[in-house]
Every structure is written in structure tokens, then in C-alpha cells.
């Protein structure tokens, strides 16, 4: 991690040492690419797909301490983008505990809806006399599937002058540019909260979390697409209850794939992160792998 942190500030020494056309030519091609970006994400909705997810907690030792493994598909009923779970842990669930999965995943569903809807109210309201912000990465509808709003845990509005050409590489036999962004605005709930001290606490949070985290891109330029996000916060000396457990390695990847040709859609998602307690290192991984994309309005069977 501090390594990292080194290799940040020298890279945005570098950047700034840049002649002004350089860091212009960047900034046009992220700015395509991040259109690119939308254009993609706009898609998702526009299929349906099977979902394999795993969590796995290991104690000092590589002992595990917990875990799971399940697996769901999406399908649309009555307009709606439903979580159907298949398996757990390998067993097959019954068609009653299906259903059952099914009108609770509704229920949140809807419940997540609301509270969108009345954060975006209180935004539109708290901004209306404000200037008109930086384009963003278009919020998530009324009701979309929630497979979409996991996609956009790497959304961020394009910031010119925030990125930095670090090297060449290749992905899956592509050659891509590998680019860092120092994000100022990732970290923003857009709510107001009814208690000032919280409030304010909240923007302090996130104004530090902003200050300490960085974002790869690794972007095949000639097609303006994303191939691999990859999110490190880099210190989180800052957040509350240090004294009980440390939060360190902090890692998020995000890899797209092309199911279909010149669509590329979420492949995986795999998250990991590793907390020093008394009793030693705890270390968690969280994994979504995304599969066997279909148009939404194909007919077909739950497995």
C-alpha cells in the first residue's frame, strides 16, 4: 500500500510536468471512453443472466472462519429484473424457498427504489440553484435490475486533469493503456441527513476517502472500451474504531467481457480486504462472476 501511495505522487509529479497538449489528448480520450463506458452499462438492461456469488473469511493460518457459495439467475416478470436464487453452498433450493427468495428480493427491491427516488428529490432540491454539474455516468432508473447498480460501484463522473498515462500493457492479448485516475468526487452519498454532526461527519469521511483512493484503467484505446477497473484505497487510517480493528488492502477489480460481439458487458467483480485485529489478520473476498448473457425477452426455464 505505501508503495502505491509512492509510486501515486510520483507519477502526479510526472503529470504535472506534462506539456498541456499531452494531458489535453488524455483527457479527450477518457472522455470518450467514459462515454463508451455508458453507452455499455445502458445495454445491461437489455439482458438477462445467470450469477455465481462467494464470500470466504480466513482467520490467521488461512484458517476459514466462513464462507458461501451461491448461485441465482435474472429473469423479468411483469417488467421487473428478478434475483432468483438456484443453489447454496451446491444444494439445490426448493421451488417454495425459490418463491419465497423471489417476493423478499422484490420487497427490497422496491424498498431500494424508494429510497433512491427520495435521495434524488432531496438532491434535485438542495442543487436547484446551483451550476449546472459535470457530466456523470446516467443514474440508474426508477426500477432497473440490481445487477446494473452493482456494475456502477466504479461509476464516476469524467474529471478532466485527474489522470495519468503510467504504461502499456496487454489484457486478454489486447494491447490497452494503462491509466490512474485521482478521483476528488467517488465518494459522494448525494443525501441530506437530519442531523448536522452526522452530516458533517459524513462529508469528512468522504472527502478523505476520496483524497486517499485511486482507480486503474486499463483501456483499449482504438475501441474507447474499458477492459479492467481496479479500485485501491489506499489508507484508511482516518476511519473510526482503528483501535479495534485496522483496515488495510483495500482492493476492488472490476473485468468486462464481450458476450456478444462489440457488447462487453460485467464479467466478475472481485473484491478483497484484510482487517488486523488482536487476534491477528482477518482476510475477506467477495466474488461475482456474471455469466451466460441472453436477451431479455428469450423464454426459458429456472434450472
Given at each position: 500500500m505505501r508503495t502505491a501511495l509512492a509510486a501515486l505522487l510520483g507519477v502526479a509529479i510526472l503529470a504535472t510536468a506534462r506539456p498541456a497538449s499531452q494531458a489535453t489528448d488524455l483527457?479527450?480520450?477518457?472522455a470518450r471512453v467514459l462515454a463508451r463506458r455508458d453507452e455499455n452499462w445502458k445495454k445491461l438492461q437489455q439482458y438477462v443472466l445467470d450469477e455465481r456469488e462467494s464470500f470466504t473469511l480466513t482467520g490467521p493460518g488461512g484458517v476459514r472462519l466462513y464462507g458461501f457459495r451461491r448461485d441465482y439467475t435474472w429473469f423479468m416478470r411483469d417488467g421487473v429484473f428478478i434475483r432468483s436464487p438456484l443453489r447454496a453452498d451446491g444444494v439445490t433450493l426448493t421451488e417454495a424457498d425459490r418463491r419465497r427468495a423471489e417476493a423478499e428480493w422484490l420487497h427490497r427491491e422496491q424498498r431500494r427504489a424508494e429510497r433512491r427516488r427520495a435521495r434524488e428529490a432531496e438532491t434535485a432540491s438542495a442543487e436547484s440553484a446551483a451550476a449546472p454539474a459535470p457530466s456523470a455516468a446516467p443514474g440508474p432508473s426508477a426500477f432497473e435490475p440490481a445487477f446494473v447498480s452493482y456494475a456502477y460501484f466504479l461509476r464516476f463522473t469524467f474529471e478532466p486533469n485527474h489522470y495519468a498515462l503510467v504504461g502499456r500493457e496487454q489484457i486478454d492479448g489486447r494491447p490497452v493503456l494503462r491509466i490512474e485516475?485521482?478521483?476528488t468526487?467517488?465518494?459522494t452519498e448525494?443525501?441530506?441527513r437530519p442531523n448536522r454532526r452526522v452530516r458533517d461527519r459524513?462529508?469528512?469521511?468522504?472527502?478523505?476517502?476520496?483524497?486517499?483512493?485511486l482507480v486503474t484503467l486499463w483501456v483499449d484505446a482504438e475501441r474507447h472500451q474499458i477492459l479492467q477497473y481496479t479500485f485501491d484505497d489506499i489508507d484508511m487510517d482516518f476511519l473510526p474504531g482503528r483501535s479495534m480493528a485496522r483496515v488495510d488492502d483495500v482492493k476492488a477489480t472490476m473485468r468486462?467481457?464481450?458476450?456478444f460481439p462489440g457488447v462487453w458487458l460485467?464479467?466478475?467483480?472481485?473484491m478483497q480486504f484484510r482487517m488486523m485485529m488482536a487476534i491477528g489478520a482477518i482476510d475477506a473476498r467477495y466474488r461475482v462472476e456474471y455469466h451466460d448473457y441472453r436477451q431479455a425477452d428469450v423464454t426459458y426455464r429456472i434450472r
Open positions: 483527457d479527450q480520450l477518457m485516475y485521482y478521483p468526487a467517488l465518494f448525494g443525501r441530506t459524513d462529508a469528512e469521511v468522504e472527502e478523505k476517502m476520496n483524497k486517499v483512493s468486462m467481457g464481450q458476450p460485467p464479467r466478475d467483480i472481485d
